[in-house]
């Protein structure tokens, strides 16, 4: 699958509106009870890219990036300003925010992950798309030092050791991401007088699986 590991300018994204869905089949019984269930483990984010722009240039530059992105066919990263750190927003992101894993002595290769908590229930969320120098990983509480006690891949949000943690370690990281999406339309239909008269055109972005 093409993806360009290029985000979508920050500035047009943080006025845009968005959020997760989910996918739930509904079964009606006879007796008026419901049967529920999901496909999907994990939420999907949709957006629309059109409400954050402010000015011909913004949707200059929005054009280019379409252009570039050649519609749907090519995938990128977009940051999400509601949800995209590892922290909670008031909170500075630091190597402690997030148990990934117990280390077992032979797994060397962890996912970064988020987890999201509501009461005694847990969904736990794989970051795919770290940016880039944002990584922090701590073991047993001890600082680790990226390059000499880990690597990072920033394509697919996996950490390597250089060696396995030890048996029952918490691994815990800090970060902050991007989602890794597409446009959801092959067209972008616009008019200088209704974007001048304040119009935004409609730009759905739509998350996709890496």
């Not at 590991?5 to 959020?19: I, T, W, Y």
């Not at 089949?25 to 009870?33: D, H, K, R, S, Y």
């Not at 402690?96 to 996912?111: A, C, H, K, P, S």
């Not at 680790?144 to 949000?157: K, M």
């Amino acid at each position: 699958m093409a993806f360009h590991e290029v985000r979508f300018p920050a500035s047009l994204s943080f006025g845009s509106v968005g959020g997760p869905e989910r996918r739930t089949e509904i079964v009606t019984l006879a007796n008026g009870f419901e049967e529920r269930n999901t496909p999907w483990a994990h939420g999907r984010r949709r957006y629309d890219a059109g409400l954050g722009l402010r000015s011909l240039d913004d949707l200059e530059t929005l054009i280019a990036f379409f252009e570039a992105r050649q519609g749907q066919l090519i995938g990128f990263r977009w940051k999400d300003w509601s949800d995209y750190r590892s922290c909670s927003p008031s909170d500075e992101v630091s190597d402690t925010d997030q148990l990934i894993g117990l280390g077992d002595e032979v797994t060397d290769v962890w996912q970064l992950t988020k987890a999201y908590r509501s009461g005694a229930f847990t969904y736990v969320r794989p970051i795919a798309k770290p940016v880039a120098g944002s990584v922090r990983l701590s073991l047993g509480g001890d600082p680790l030092r990226d390059g000499v006690d880990y690597t990072v891949d920033y394509e697919t949000g996996l950490v390597s050791f250089v060696h396995p943690p030890n048996i029952g370690a918490e691994i815990r990281a800090g970060f902050e991401f991007d989602v890794p999406v597409r446009f959801d339309t092959d067209g972008i239909m616009t008019s200088l007088s209704s974007f001048q008269a304040g119009e935004a055109p409609n730009i759905p972005v739509l998350e996709i699986r890496v």
